[in-house]
């Protein structure tokens, strides 16, 4: 099993009050599996993705990534995995506005102490994947947002993760741009590409395999999608 | 993250707020500009005067009558008094009398007004003198009262017309009364009399001759000290007494001579430049304070401006070390830039001032390596804080930050 949450918890405590966000969330992800996590906002959806990220720490609960418990790991060993196991993708893109796309996508591999020239090969095949061969030189304000949210999308992959953890991806993006990241989404899931995606909107959580329903820290639904759009 | 990429990482980021970063140097700059320009001007002078002392020798000591006590005819010092000094006193490498007369040098052509220092054949040794030409005087020109004469360069060339005037006479003597000498040698006159103008002519004709001869043609010549060098400088201070106990036994007094050494005013010398040391390094230390503080203050905005980015560093597999690395690269770098144009300003500075104080300001690679170790302390120190800041920023809230 790649990603299997066991009852999980997380109680924020904001001075005196105790915010409880997730009530024992139980979910298990296979390795090619693309799962869209929906839910209205104060659904628990974002703390889910926090921790399914490793960005944050369940209260209580086991979290165990491919076959490892990594609630209990520190800080370091948790930057080791994301590095390694998670691409994020998020809403606003989130890239380096001094670096050019081609830097931009290396920037996981110099943490990796990957050697230069690797580095090089493995963002210009990534950029290529995500059809932005033509624009490595240019820096995000220079491209479009479907054309950042798609550098975003290549330095996602560019360490092999074990998934991509994809945060309303096409939330800032026109109909047009959301339709080629959801593309692109689609294409990498059919090579093997296991993926998570939060999402709010409907049509968008179409285009994943499977749903799962939040509400008030709740899995309320978790069902197959019975027409999803494919390309 | 590799060090290197951190170090292109932060010149990257300086570049991108040229001005900033600038401004930021600043304290630095001007700290370290300042200490450069002062200790390599410092050692210069140090150097040049340390050299001075070099030259006469430090293992070398003067007797001189006490002029705060009645003096005698008895008690004035004799060629006698050199003699036993020689004799009696092991430790004694050289001694030489000196007696210092004015009086005029006569070419057919010129008459000059000359300074004649009677002393004998040790003098050579005692002082910094320089023979260029011929040679110093000899035993034997003492013994006998020879009617040789050294005399400087630059009076040659004036008198002869070139500097090489050995085997030419000169008449020498005061006013009423002249003797014809031989000139024996040439030596140097030192750089008093490159200054030229009319400070050239005030300057006397420089000429050394024997005690004895001086006796002869100069009734009234007194010895007014005698130079006393010894082989250790350790042996200083007890052949000084000794000296004196023995020119005392000599003429039958007592407390009627005093003896100086240069040690005294090396001592001196060193502890006044203590002084000085001290209060630059009060000044650079404070400068750099200063520094160091516009530079926690401005990588302290960086972090808070940089937030977003850092939750995006950590996010995708930054540890908490290579942020860490990242800030404390940057102020390191901000530092040592700083440090490297101080230097460099502190170089040229130091060569326009130099110049007006007549010192030739002396870069040793010790003070410009301080200077580097300095900065780069100074960067680590106030950088340490931020970039822990940035390093404990939790990724979330930081991805959350606009």
Redesign the interface.
């Known amino acids: 099993m790649m990603i299997e949450l066991n009852n999980i918890r997380k109680i924020y405590s904001l001075g005196k009050i105790q915010v409880e966000a997730l009530k024992g969330i139980s979910l298990k992800i296979n390795k090619g599996e693309y799962v869209a996590i929906v839910g209205p906002s104060g659904s628990g959806k974002s703390t889910l993705m ?1 921790i399914i ?1 490793l ?2 720490k369940p209260t209580s609960g086991s979290y165990k990534l491919n076959d490892i418990e990594v609630s209990t790991l520190n ?2 060993q948790l ?2 995995l ?3 196991q998670i691409g ?1 993708v ?1 809403q606003s893109f ?3 506005s ?1 670096l050019n796309a081609l830097a931009n996508v290396e ?2 591999m ?4 990957i050697p230069s020239k690797e580095r090089r090969q493995r963002a210009l095949r990534a950029l290529e994947i995500v059809g932005l061969s033509e624009r490595i030189h240019h820096k995000p304000n220079e491209l479009s947002g479907g054309q950042q949210q798609r550098v975003a999308i290549a ?1 996602a992959i560019v ?1 092999n993760p074990s998934f991509l953890l994809a945060d309303e991806p096409t939330g800032n993006l026109d109909t047009a741009s959301s339709i080629e990241i959801m593309k692109i989404f689609y294409q990498l899931n059919e090579s093997g590409t296991t993926i998570v995606m939060v999402t709010h909107e409907q049509d968008i959580a179409n285009h994943t395999k499977r749903i799962v329903r939040l509400r008030d820290g709740n899995i309320i639904e978790d069902t197959i999608v019975p027409n999803r759009i494919i390309y | 993250m590799h060090i290197l990429e951190a170090i292109k990482l932060a010149i990257d980021s300086i570049l991108s707020n040229k001005l900033r970063a600038f401004l930021t140097m600043l304290g630095i700059i001007i700290g370290i500009a300042s200490v450069i320009t002062i200790v390599s001007l410092g050692t210069g002078g140090q150097k040049a005067i340390l050299g001075e002392f070099e030259k006469i020798g430090v293992n070398v000591f003067s007797i001189k009558t006490r002029n705060d006590v009645e003096i005698r005819d008895s008690d004035r010092l004799a060629i006698r008094d050199v003699e036993m000094i020689r004799k009696r006193l092991s430790s004694v490498k050289y001694a030489a009398p000196i007696a210092e007369k004015m009086g005029l040098a006569k070419t057919d052509k010129y008459t000059k007004r000359a300074l004649f220092i009677a002393t004998d054949f040790d003098y050579g040794n005692v002082s910094n003198l320089k023979v260029i030409y011929g040679r110093f005087l000899n035993e034997k020109d003492i013994l006998i009262g020879r009617n040789v004469v050294l005399i400087d360069k630059d009076s040659a060339k004036e008198l002869f017309g070139y500097e090489d005037c050995v085997g030419k006479t000169i008449k020498i003597g005061s006013y009423s009364s002249f003797d014809t000498a031989e000139i024996i040698g040439v030596i140097d006159s030192g750089n008093l009399k490159s200054l030229g103008g009319s400070i050239a002519d005030q300057i006397p004709v420089i000429a050394a001759i024997p005690i004895t001869y001086a006796q002869k043609i100069f009734p009234d010549v007194n010895i007014s000290q005698i130079y006393v060098m010894t082989y250790d400088q350790n042996q200083l201070d007890e052949t000084s007494s000794q000296a004196l106990r023995l020119i005392e036994s000599l003429h039958h007094n007592k407390d009627k001579y005093k003896t100086e050494n240069l040690i005294r005013f090396l001592e001196e010398f060193n502890r006044i430049l203590g002084i000085f040391t001290a209060v630059i390094g009060a000044i650079a230390g404070i400068s750099l304070l200063v520094g160091g503080i516009g530079i926690m203050n401005i990588m302290l905005v960086s972090v808070t401006e940089r937030t977003r980015e850092i939750g995006i560093r950590k996010a995708i597999g930054a540890r908490q070390r290579d942020i860490l690395t990242q800030f404390l690269i940057e102020a390191v770098t901000i530092s040592l830039i700083g440090g490297a144009i101080g230097i460099f300003l502190g170089y040229i500075l130091a060569n326009i001032v130099g110049p007006f104080i007549d010192i030739t300001p002396v870069f040793s690679i010790n003070t410009i390596l301080i200077a580097f170790l300095f900065s780069t302390a100074v960067g680590i120190f106030f950088g340490i804080y931020p970039a822990q800041k940035a390093a404990k920023l939790d990724p979330i809230v930081a991805l959350r930050y606009e």
């Open positions: 926090n990220g960005l944050d800080d370091n930057a080791y994301r590095n390694r994020f998020f989130n890239l380096l001094k920037l996981p110099l943490y990796a102490k330095r360490m």
